[in-house]
Structure formats: structure tokens, C-alpha cells
């Protein structure tokens, strides 16, 4: 299975908004609350929601959806960089 991982802050209505979305597909998902690590806040507090993608023990970037794609395009999207999902 798929494991991507959600960097996130509390209050953050982008991230909460892709949670969602990502929570809809079949995929594993790990949230990490960049308030709760020194290092992932210093890289990206201006920058959540950042979607990345676990490959081995290294992370890959993803492409940030819009706010505005639907759950579909969001799989889509996905899809279109780490491949189709298992079932």
C-alpha cells in the first residue's frame, strides 16, 4: 500500500481540506503536526499543506493539489505521480 505523508498545523483549513480528500482514498496516510517538531516547522511553516510520498526510508515531494480540486482530481493528481493504487 501506498504511504504518503501529510505535513499540517493546527487551524489550517488547506491542510484540514486535503486531509479529508486523502482520507477518501485507499492509501496509507500519516498526518505529522509540524508544532510538534523543531525541524519540520523550520522547513515548511509557510509552506503546509505539503504532501510527500514514502519511498523506502526517503521522502519524496508531491505536487500540492488546488483547494479547490475535488477528491477525484486529487487521486488523480496522486495517481498520475506514485501510480495507480491497490486495492
Known amino acids: 500500500m501506498k504511504t504518503l505523508i501529510l505535513y499540517s498545523k493546527p487551524g489550517c483549513h488547506l491542510c484540514e481540506g486535503l486531509q479529508e480528500k486523502l482520507e477518501t482514498l485507499p492509501i496509507q496516510l500519516e498526518v ?3 508544532t510538534q517538531n523543531q525541524q519540520w516547522f523550520q522547513k515548511y511553516q509557510y509552506e503546509v499543506p505539503v504532501l510527500t510520498q514514502l519511498v523506502d ?3 519524496q515531494p ?7 480540486a475535488s477528491a477525484e482530481q486529487v487521486a488523480r493528481m496522486i495517481q498520475t505521480h506514485i501510480g495507480p493504487f491497490e486495492a
Do not use: F
Not at 508531491?62 to 479547490?68: A, E, I
Open 57 to 59: 526510508v526517503a521522502e
Open 32 to 34: 505529522r503536526d509540524i
Open 62 to 68: 508531491l505536487p500540492r493539489p488546488s483547494p479547490r
